[in-house]
C-alpha cells in the first residue's frame, strides 16, 4: 500500500499556532466573526475599513445628512408602493374624504387619498417621504457648495465632483416624477408645463412628446411610466452612484483642513470603529427624528384640497419644489423671443428651460478641469482650502449662488406681488435687471471680502492679539498692547507666515490651535491629555509622599 505525502487526513484537526484563546471565540459577536472569516476570509479588508480615518468638521456632516435621507426615502418609499395605484383609469371616488366623494378621478389619484385618510400611517408616512426629498436635496446642494469653496474637487478627486454632479441632477429628475405621481392638480400642471418643454425642442419636440407622454398629452399612460421611473430606474442609479462616491471616498481617503501636523500626505481624525462608527448611527437616528417630527406636525402637499387633475384647469399660484423653482423663475424672466432657423421655429421655453440648465450643469461639470488649467495647478491635493484664501473662486461660487437665487426668488414673483400688493411686471423686470446686475456684484463684494479676511489675518500675525490694554507712555504716548503668536524680531514684529489655517483673534483663543469651541457640552471640559498629566503629577506627588489622598480637581 503506498501513501501520497501531498495527502491531508481531513478527519484529523489541524494543528494551529498562536494563542489558544483566539481558536474559539466565546463572545456572539466573536463567533460569527470567526464563521465568515473561515468561509469569506474577511477579516483582512475589514480592518482596513474598520481603520478608516475621519476628520472631524461639521461641514462634512452636509454629506451625511443626503446619505441618511435618501436612507429614509428608500424606507418610507417601499412603504409607500404597497398602497399606490400607478393607474389612470377613472374612477368614481367613494371614501373617507367626503368632499371629493362621487367625484371622477384616476386610480392613482384615489389611491393617494386611501394612503391619506385611510391607510394607517399613510399620512405620515407621505409626509416623511416629502419632507426626507427637499432634504436630500437640500443636503446635496449644500454639501457640493462645501466641496466647491474649500476646492475639494481638485485633483484626484475631480471624478467624484462629477458623480455628484449625476446625483444632483438624478434627483432632479427623481423629485419632479414623484412630485407627479399623484395626479392632483397642481402636479397635473407640472406635468403641462413639462410637456411643453418637449415640444420646445427643435425639430424632434412632438417626436419627444409622443415618446414620453406614449401619444398627445396626457394620455393615459405618462402615470405608471413615471412609477417606474420613480421607484426602479432613478434609484437604482443613484445608488450606484452613491455607491461608487463612497467607494471612491475610501480610496482617494478623506480632505481635511490644514493645521498643526496636517500634510498633503496624511489624514487625522476618528477611526470608522468604534468612535466614528457610534457618532454616524447616533447623527442617523438624530437626522431620522427630524424627518418624523416634520412629517408629524408640518403638513405638506394636502392633494386633497387641490382636486384630481383636469386638463382644462389649472391651479392659481401654483408652485412646484424649491428645487425646480429655478427653471420656473428663468421661464418668467426669459423675454418672447421667437426665432426662426433653417424654417423651424424655436420657441422661447426652449431657452430658459433646456438650454440655460444645460450651461449651468455643464460649467459646473468643466470647473474643476478649468481651474486647473487657468492656474496650471496640475498637483494632487489632500488639504482643503479657506474660501478667503482663494478669492476668485469664492467670487465666482457668490456670483453662481446670487444667480440661482434670483430665478428662485422669482419662480414665485407672482406670489410676492400679491402678497406686497407689487405690480407683477414690475417684479418682471425687477428679476431681469438682478439676473444681469447683482451675481457682479455678488463677485466683486465676495472678492473684497477675501482679501479683507487675508489682511487681518496677517496683520494680527504681524502685530499680535489686540489685549484691549491701553498703556500710557512716559511722553504722554498712548499705545495698546499686543499679545503676540509667537517669536518677534527687533521690531516687535511677528515671525509667523500665513500658513492658511485659522489665527486665534481673541486672547481667550490662545493656546487652541482649532480656535474657538464649544466647550462642556459637546466636548468634554477638560482634555484627556490634561487629565492624564495631572493623573502623572498626582503619581509623582504620591511616590514623593504616600500618605497624601489622590484627588483631582476640576
Not at 472569516?37 to 480592518?47: H, I, N, Q, S
Not at 437640500?138 to 457648495?145: D, Q, T, V
Not at 496640475?378 to 478669492?391: A, E, I, T, W, Y
Request: some cysteine; charged content about 20%.
Amino acid at each position: 500500500m503506498t501513501t501520497n505525502d501531498d495527502s491531508v487526513d481531513l478527519s484529523k484537526k489541524p494543528t494551529v499556532k498562536g494563542p489558544k484563546r483566539f481558536d474559539k471565540p466565546s463572545t456572539p459577536i466573536g463567533k460569527v466573526g470567526r464563521w465568515s472569516e473561515d468561509r469569506l476570509g474577511v477579516a483582512g479588508g475589514m480592518r482596513k475599513q474598520l481603520n478608516k480615518v475621519f476628520p472631524d468638521h461639521w461641514s462634512f456632516m452636509m454629506g451625511e445628512i443626503a446619505l441618511y435621507s435618501f436612507i429614509i426615502l428608500i424606507l418610507s418609499g417601499t412603504f409607500l408602493t404597497f398602497f399606490f395605484d400607478a393607474s389612470m383609469a377613472e374612477v368614481r371616488y367613494d371614501g373617507a374624504y367626503v368632499p371629493l366623494n362621487g367625484v371622477h378621478m384616476s386610480r392613482a389619484y384615489a389611491s393617494t387619498l386611501d394612503i391619506s385618510f385611510e391607510v394607517r400611517g399613510g399620512l405620515v408616512m407621505r409626509q416623511i417621504h416629502h419632507w426626507a426629498a427637499l432634504l436630500f436635496m437640500a443636503a446635496m446642494l449644500i454639501h457640493m457648495f462645501r466641496v466647491f469653496f474649500t476646492g475639494a474637487f481638485r485633483k484626484p478627486r475631480e471624478l467624484n465632483w462629477l458623480i455628484g454632479l449625476g446625483l444632483v441632477t438624478l434627483g432632479l429628475v427623481e423629485g419632479f416624477a414623484g412630485y407627479s405621481l399623484p395626479d392632483d392638480l397642481l402636479s397635473g400642471t407640472g406635468l403641462r408645463i413639462a410637456a411643453a418643454i418637449m415640444q420646445s425642442i427643435p425639430v424632434i419636440g412632438s417626436w419627444a412628446e409622443f415618446l414620453v407622454f406614449g401619444g398627445k398629452f396626457p394620455g393615459t399612460v405618462i402615470i405608471g411610466r413615471l412609477y417606474i421611473v420613480h421607484v426602479l430606474i432613478v434609484p437604482a442609479l443613484l445608488a450606484g452612484l452613491i455607491g461608487a462616491h463612497m467607494a471612491l471616498l475610501i480610496k482617494q481617503k478623506h480632505t481635511e483642513f490644514p493645521g498643526p501636523g496636517k500634510t498633503e500626505q496624511t489624514v487625522s481624525g476618528e477611526r470608522m470603529y468604534p468612535v466614528y462608527g457610534m457618532k454616524a448611527g447616533g447623527f442617523f437616528f438624530i437626522v431620522a427624528a427630524v424627518c418624523v417630527a416634520l412629517g408629524g406636525l408640518a403638513q405638506i402637499n394636502p392633494i386633497w384640497l387641490f382636486g384630481p387633475y383636469n386638463p382644462s384647469q389649472v391651479t392659481a399660484g401654483s408652485q412646484p419644489d424649491w428645487y425646480i423653482g429655478f427653471l420656473d423663475g428663468s421661464t418668467r424672466l426669459f423675454p418672447s423671443w421667437e426665432i426662426r432657423l433653417f424654417d423651424h421655429t424655436i420657441p422661447p421655453l426652449f431657452w430658459p428651460t433646456l438650454v440655460l440648465p444645460g450651461i449651468m450643469f455643464t460649467l459646473a461639470g468643466l470647473y474643476p478641469f478649468l481651474e486647473a488649467k487657468f492656474t496650471k495647478d496640475k498637483s494632487s491635493h489632500n488639504l482643503l482650502q479657506r474660501p478667503r484664501d482663494v478669492p476668485v473662486r469664492t467670487g465666482l461660487g457668490a456670483m453662481a449662488i446670487t444667480f440661482y437665487t434670483v430665478l428662485l426668488i422669482s419662480g414665485g414673483n407672482d406670489l410676492i406681488a400679491k402678497a406686497f400688493d407689487i405690480s407683477l411686471n414690475a417684479m418682471t423686470w425687477a428679476g431681469r435687471i438682478g439676473l444681469l446686475v447683482l451675481p457682479p456684484l455678488a463677485y466683486a463684494v465676495a472678492y473684497k471680502i477675501c482679501l479683507g479676511l487675508q489682511r487681518h489675518d496677517r496683520e494680527v500675525l504681524e502685530h499680535g492679539i489686540e489685549t484691549g490694554i491701553i498703556k500710557l507712555l512716559p511722553n504722554g504716548e498712548f499705545i495698546e498692547v499686543h499679545q503676540p503668536l509667537g517669536p518677534v524680531d527687533d521690531h516687535g514684529h511677528g515671525q509667523l507666515g500665513y500658513a492658511g489655517t485659522p489665527v486665534p483673534k481673541r486672547m481667550n483663543q490662545l493656546g487652541n490651535p482649532r480656535g474657538h469651541k464649544i466647550r462642556g457640552f459637546f466636548y468634554p471640559v477638560r482634555e484627556k491629555a490634561d487629565i492624564q498629566a495631572e493623573l502623572d503629577a498626582l503619581a509623582r506627588a504620591e511616590l514623593s509622599d504616600p500618605h497624601r489622598e489622590r484627588e483631582l480637581t476640576d
